[in-house]
């Protein structure tokens, strides 16, 4: 008998867990947006700006705190202090999307530009999450290169805020969709087929996903779009 047989053939009580924490890690995930919109809401109301005239430091201080909340949540991810610390971190996150909702909400069209990233980050999601749940294909490989190109998006963002090349900006938000899109694929697949058991920690992967995706589409459709009255 092929020691390795239960790997292709799960028994079903292996399912069933699975199962159970994909359908956790939705349901997560779902909640989490209301402290980001609700985050999102505070920061555009009370005119929130996260050191808009120093913006490296502003970016190393968010790296900071966002790390922290990661550090944190990983220690509690078996408790429900775990999720109460994600929606925390979510919150701090819609917090941090603020400044951009406002811009956007700055053109005559921001609302319908709002409402298209959104609907379009809830498409690339959905055929992402679709792929990695019925595909018979193995995307674990793409691991490494998907956090190799991570860290090269973020040195590239961290280059772009001294060089101000609006062509090098463009071209890093068409990258970061692209890259936190496979990600989405990436994730969930690692749910379904048993590489990740953690509800908590596969929410904090997947919404991180989503949270670049919808920034950088925004952003899109707020260049090529906007209009002003």
Excluded: C
Aim: proline residues 3%.
């Amino acid at each position: 008998m092929n020691p390795n047989l239960q790997t292709y053939t799960p028994s079903s009580e292996v399912l069933v867990a699975r199962n159970r924490v994909l359908r956790n890690t939705y349901w997560l995930l779902a909640i989490s947006m209301i402290p980001t919109v609700l985050g999102a809401w505070v920061g555009v109301q009370f005119g929130f700006s996260f050191l808009p005239g120093s913006p490296f430091i502003g970016l190393m201080l968010f790296l900071a705190i966002a790390f922290g909340f990661f550090y944190a949540i990983e220690k509690t991810k078996d408790s429900g202090l775990g999720v109460a610390i994600l929606l925390g971190f979510t919150f701090f996150m819609g917090l941090m999307l603020s400044r951009l909702i406002g811009h956007i909400l700055g053109y005559s069209n921001g609302a319908s530009l709002i409402m298209g990233a959104f609907g379009g980050t809830a498409a690339i999601f959905a055929v992402m999450a679709s792929v990695a749940t019925v595909s018979k294909r193995d995307f674990s490989g793409m691991g490494k290169w998907l956090f190799a190109g991570a860290l090269v998006l973020l040195l590239a963002i961290v280059a772009n805020i001294f060089l101000q090349i609006p062509a090098l900006h463009l071209t890093i938000l068409v990258l970061v969709i692209a890259v936190f899109s496979a990600f989405i694929l990436y994730d969930v697949q690692r749910v379904v087929n048993g590489g990740e058991t953690n509800y908590i920690t596969a929410t904090l992967a997947i919404y991180l996903s989503v949270y670049n995706v919808f920034s950088s589409l925004l952003q899109l459709l707020g260049i090529a779009g906007g209009e002003r009255d």
